[in-house]
């Protein structure tokens, strides 16, 4: 969970980080990769992760504060409390700033959704009831926001899991792991939007389109952060790092 302190302690170790660099040779003697990172961390992140430089309507724009688990729900899941998605909005407000800062990959997590049911995990109707608006609000909130700075073309939002679930509701009241079939969405990007990719058999069990992989994901993600043309022709790029971005092929109906 993504707390108040939690930002004043990342924007006390940047700051940290700072200093200690300006003080030794460490950052001349780091590899051209090392210093981009560098770069990125010591030049704008830290004021990235300040959000009282955030005007307050749109602090509260993205807020998922009220998307706790009902106390019902806390009483009986001992995850419950961990897996309350209150945080959501804040990580996701901050993930439009490090963008604009300079970050060229950011990774925000919205854990819960193992729905088995049980003793430790979330029933589907415990763990829909808060979970599922949070992220409503959080991602809605950061598409309009984003759109609003005519940043879309340039920022890519993708909505992904490990895999999806099983079409039936087991004996818990949850969803089993299901690898043949699962649901992404993309937004911004300079991809084109505003479609729906791909279609399921009646059940929800398999693809009955042409199926998407893990490696055209990837490549339309790739396509989206370089010029990948260009990158071939670029100098001192690792060959397996080349040949990950350069080799999949982009999902066509976004390109």
Same mark, same amino acid.
């Given at each position: 969970?993504? #707390?108040?302190?939690?930002?004043?302690?990342?924007?006390?170790?940047?700051?940290?980080?700072?200093?200690?660099?300006?003080?030794?040779?460490?950052?001349? !003697?780091?590899?051209?990769?090392?210093?981009?990172?560098?770069?990125? $961390? $010591?030049?704008?992140?830290?004021?990235?992760?300040? $959000?009282?430089?955030?005007?307050?309507?749109?602090?509260?724009?993205?807020?998922?504060?009220?998307?706790?688990? &009902?106390? @019902?729900?806390?009483?009986?899941?001992?995850?419950?409390?961990?897996?309350?998605?209150? @945080? $959501?909005?804040?990580?996701?407000? !901050? @993930?439009?700033? !490090?963008?604009?800062?300079?970050?060229?990959?950011? #990774?925000? #997590?919205?854990?819960?959704?193992?729905?088995?049911?049980?003793?430790?995990?979330?029933?589907?109707?415990?763990?829909?009831?808060?979970?599922?608006?949070?992220?409503?609000? @959080?991602? &809605?909130?950061?598409?309009?926001?984003?759109?609003?700075?005519?940043?879309?073309?340039?920022?890519?939002?993708?909505?992904?899991?490990?895999?999806?679930?099983?079409?039936?509701?087991?004996?818990?009241?949850?969803?089993?792991?299901?690898?043949?079939?699962?649901?992404?969405?993309?937004?911004?990007?300079?991809?084109?939007?505003?479609?729906?990719?791909?279609?399921?058999?009646?059940?929800?069990?398999?693809?009955?389109?042409?199926?998407? &992989?893990?490696?055209?994901?990837?490549?339309?993600?790739?396509?989206?952060?370089?010029?990948?043309?260009?990158?071939?022709?670029?100098?001192?790029?690792?060959?397996?790092?080349?040949?990950?971005?350069?080799?999949?092929?982009?999902?066509?109906?976004?390109?």
């Amino acid at each position: 969970m993504l #707390t108040v302190f939690d930002l004043q302690r990342q924007v006390a170790q940047v700051d940290r980080l700072r200093r200690d660099a300006d003080k030794n040779e460490s950052l001349e !003697l780091a590899n051209r990769f090392e210093q981009q990172a560098f770069d990125v $961390l $010591l030049r704008g992140v830290a004021d990235a992760f300040d $959000l009282s430089k955030e005007q307050q309507p749109t602090i509260q724009r993205y807020d998922t504060g009220a998307f706790s688990p &009902s106390h @019902a729900v806390q009483q009986r899941n001992s995850y419950a409390r961990q897996f309350s998605p209150v @945080a $959501l909005g804040k990580q996701m407000l !901050l @993930a439009r700033r !490090l963008c604009e800062a300079g970050c060229g990959f950011v #990774t925000v #997590t919205s854990p819960g959704w193992d729905m088995h049911g049980g003793g430790k995990e979330f029933t589907m109707s415990d763990g829909t009831a808060s979970l599922a608006p949070a992220v409503d609000k @959080a991602v &809605s909130a950061f598409i309009e926001d984003v759109e609003t700075r005519g940043l879309s073309s340039k920022i890519l939002l993708v909505i992904t899991g490990e895999f999806g679930r099983t079409p039936r509701i087991n004996k818990n009241g949850g969803r089993d792991h299901w690898g043949n079939l699962c649901t992404l969405a993309f937004a911004g990007g300079g991809l084109t939007m505003g479609q729906v990719i791909g279609k399921s058999d009646r059940t929800g069990s398999e693809p009955n389109s042409d199926p998407i &992989s893990s490696s055209n994901v990837l490549a339309t993600i790739m396509h989206s952060l370089f010029d990948v043309g260009e990158l071939r022709l670029l100098p001192g790029v690792p060959k397996d790092v080349e040949r990950v971005i350069t080799s999949g092929t982009p999902i066509r109906e976004l390109i």
